[in-house]
């Protein structure tokens, strides 16, 4: 269990994840799929795999 972080998918024709931390503080963690590819970010972020270090306040939406 992690506070303050939201972590859901979306399939249709790709399938996609938005992550975001809601919170001031770096959080660490591991996701269950890897990232092929980023959509959207509110950071400036490369391609990342499946291990993931979100900045405060970081919202992503990737291609899963």
């Known amino acids: 269990d992690v506070d303050n ?3 859901y998918t979306l ?3 790709k399938k996609l994840c938005v992550i975001a931390n809601y919170q001031s503080s ?3 963690i591991k996701l269950p799929f890897e990232i092929k590819n980023i ?6 972020r490369s391609l ?11 919202l992503l939406v990737v291609e899963i």
Do not use: F, Q
């Not at 959509?39 to 400036?44: E, I, K, P, R």
């Not at 990342?48 to 970081?58: I, P, T």
């Open 39 to 44: 959509l959207l970010s509110n950071v400036d």
């Open 5 to 7: 972080l939201i972590v």
């Open 11 to 13: 399939t249709g024709d």
């Open 48 to 58: 990342a795999g499946s291990s993931l270090s979100l900045a405060g306040y970081e």
């Open 26 to 28: 770096t959080l660490n």
